[in-house]
C-alpha cells in the first residue's frame, strides 16, 4: 500500500526574491514552498505563499530591512498553515 502524500512544514524553501522598481520605491517579492512527501520520499514541493514587502529607499540597508521584513512575513504565514494543517490533521 502507497501511503498517501501530505506537506512537510519542516522541509522549506524560500526562493530568490524578485525587485522591481516602482513609483516611490522598490517592490520585493517571495515564494515560499513546502516539501511534498509520501512516506520517506520527497515527492517535489508546493508554492504556498507569495509576499510583497516595499520599500522607499535606494540605499542597500533599505533593501536588507525590506528583505528582512519579507522572510519574517513569510515564516508567520507558514507558521500558521502548519498549525492549520497540524488541526486539519486530527
Not at 524553501?13 to 525587485?19: A, L, P, S, V
Not at 528583505?67 to 507558521?79: D, G, Y
Request: with cysteine.
Amino acid at each position: 500500500m502507497v501511503p498517501a502524500s501530505r506537506l512537510y512544514f519542516s522541509l522549506v524553501k524560500i526562493g530568490d526574491e524578485t525587485c522591481r522598481a516602482v513609483p516611490d520605491g522598490h517592490e520585493l517579492t517571495a515564494t515560499a514552498s513546502v516539501a511534498r512527501v509520501s512516506g520517506d520520499r520527497l515527492l517535489f514541493f508546493v508554492p504556498v505563499a507569495t509576499e510583497t514587502e516595499f520599500y522607499a529607499g535606494w540605499e542597500p540597508e533599505d533593501y536588507q530591512r525590506a528583505n528582512a521584513r519579507l522572510h519574517r512575513t513569510l515564516r508567520h504565514r507558514l507558521r500558521e498553515f502548519r498549525l492549520h494543517a497540524e488541526r486539519d490533521a486530527d
